[in-house]
């Protein structure tokens, strides 16, 4: 299973950016999504998650501003970002929980992380 994360970039705070990831591979079913960010000196801390079902959280810090969302058919998520903060940058890494055989083995897989820059 690969996780391919795509979508960081250099933005002005207030900008947006749309991030993605699509998980590939042996893949039964993907009991959950969501995305980690991580800034220098900091711990790797979550920013959203998603389950098959559609059910979302969000940290509080970004709660009003991101907006997670995931397409079943692709096993894809996504993370739009809106009225980005310099605070927000950081390198932000997908995860998946996966069920690959349908034996009820739920594994955690990592994207590689993509660059989130909010700079003027």
């Known amino acids: 299973v690969q996780l391919q994360a795509s979508g960081g970039g250099l933005v002005q705070p207030g900008g947006s950016l749309r991030l993605s990831c699509a998980a590939s591979g042996s893949i039964f079913s993907i009991i959950a999504m969501g995305w980690y960010r991580q800034a220098p000196g900091n711990e790797r801390e979550l920013v959203a998650h998603i389950t098959s079902g559609g059910s979302t959280n969000y940290a509080d810090s970004v709660k009003g501003r991101f907006t997670i969302s995931r397409d079943n058919a692709k096993n894809t998520v996504y993370l739009q970002m809106n009225s980005l903060k310099p605070e927000d940058t950081a390198v932000y890494y997908c995860?998946?929980?996966?069920?690959?055989?349908?034996?009820?083995?739920?594994?955690?897989?990592w994207g590689q992380g993509t660059q989130v820059t909010v700079s003027s």
């Open positions: 995860n998946a929980l996966i069920d690959q055989h349908g034996l009820g083995r739920v594994e955690d897989y």
